[in-house]
């Protein structure tokens, strides 16, 4: 079975430009969460999709937003970007709301 | 929402030497994990463990769920074993996991 696939895995993009990340979960898999994790604040969370429908919010802007499709497929964006969105994103999937989470390779973008 | 208190911070054993990290909440968490961090940044499952205790090889995690804990477990660490360990729960009512800062284990040989 695979795993939770994250692509791209590396990204370098410009301040103000925007990026689109995708995640697939593990098959079967429809909660899908997406982290930020970064060496001044540690990881957090962003946001949580159930259903093609967001679940929960983590206290982020609204540059940050997300969505899933029908397969379970997610891609978060952040539009604007600032150095400060530098970061591993990482992405998690789960049988349902309350199982166990699942982690993607991440995806390291660098804004310069 | 809730915090998580991981210690040590960081931890340096020598090959062969057992451990113990420590994971406090400040509330009650549901479902809590045990997470490695390889050093590609992926986060890999150790322990699903909401009460009570686990074994898988080497490792073992106990969580007391009434007092708000949980203990990870390393025996005879080799080398492989070095990197961050990070414990998370969700909120009771919430999906999200809350994570500790970490502890970064360094095993030399």
């Known amino acids: 079975k695979a795993g939770v696939t994250q692509t791209p895995r590396y990204l370098i993009k410009t301040r103000g430009q925007q990026v689109t990340l995708s995640c697939s979960p593990i098959?079967?898999?429809?909660?899908v969460s997406w982290y930020q994790q970064t060496p001044g604040q540690g990881l957090q969370f962003l946001f949580e999709y159930f259903s093609e429908t967001q679940r929960n919010k983590g206290n982020f802007p609204g540059r940050f937003s997300g969505r899933q499709f029908s397969n379970s497929r997610s891609e978060m964006n952040v539009s604007t970007l600032e150095l400060g969105d530098s970061a591993l994103y990482l992405c998690a999937s789960s049988a349902d709301r309350l199982a166990e989470a699942f982690f993607g390779q991440g995806t390291r973008l660098t804004v310069v | 929402g809730i915090q998580v208190e991981q210690s040590p911070p960081d931890l340096i054993l020598q090959e062969g030497a057992n451990s113990t990290l420590r994971c406090n909440f400040s509330?009650?968490?549901?479902?809590l994990q045990w997470f490695h961090q390889n050093p590609w940044g992926q986060l890999i499952n150790l322990f699903y463990i909401p009460s009570g205790t686990k074994q898988n090889g080497r490792l073992s995690a106990t969580t007391v769920a009434t007092e708000r804990y949980s203990l990870l477990y390393i025996s005879s660490s080799q080398t492989t074993d070095s990197g961050v360990y990070f414990c998370a729960g969700p909120p009771p009512g919430r999906r999200a996991l809350t994570f500790g800062s970490g502890t970064r284990l360094q095993v030399q040989p």
């Open positions: 098959s079967g898999h429809r909660s």
């Open positions: 509330d009650s968490v549901n479902n």
